[in-house]
């Protein structure tokens, strides 16, 4: 059974950096995309930054330049470092693997669309005060 665990969210003041780590277990295969998801109150789950399983990468306009979504395949691990936070990238992050192997063009359409995603962490609070 595949498993998804998020680490590392927390509070800090607007202009600070947080770190988000997703371990993965219960498969091998490398040929997994990923990505990270946020969600805040009263707001739908949004894509933020997507890595295609080739490590071709894909963010969200209002993360570009701040936010970096990176792999260890080796681990299974999913890393996503957030700096020059801002209130609005408060909210709870949840990491989200494909089950399928999705080509780059194909996977450069749809990674930020949460139904492409077979596997969820339970989510990460990440807070930002001004």
């Known amino acids: 059974q595949i498993q998804v665990e998020e680490s590392g969210g927390g509070s800090v003041q607007s202009g600070g950096s947080l770190s988000l780590s997703c371990a993965a277990s219960g498969y091998t295969y490398t040929r997994f995309s990923s990505a990270w998801f946020r969600q805040a109150p009263g707001k739908e789950r949004e894509g933020v930054a997507g890595?295609?399983?080739?490590?071709?990468?894909n963010y969200a306009d209002s993360v570009k330049g701040r936010f970096t979504i990176s792999r260890d395949n080796a681990d299974h691990t999913l890393y996503l470092q957030m700096n020059s936070l801002k209130p609005e990238d408060t909210g709870v992050y949840y990491c989200?693997?494909?089950?399928?192997?999705?080509?780059?063009?194909?996977?450069?359409?749809?990674?930020?669309?949460?139904?492409?995603?077979?596997?969820w962490g339970q989510g990460t609070q990440v807070t930002v005060s001004s």
């Open positions: 890595i295609h399983f080739d490590t071709t990468t």
């Open positions: 989200a693997t494909m089950a399928r192997p999705w080509s780059r063009s194909d996977w450069g359409g749809i990674w930020y669309a949460s139904p492409y995603y077979n596997y």
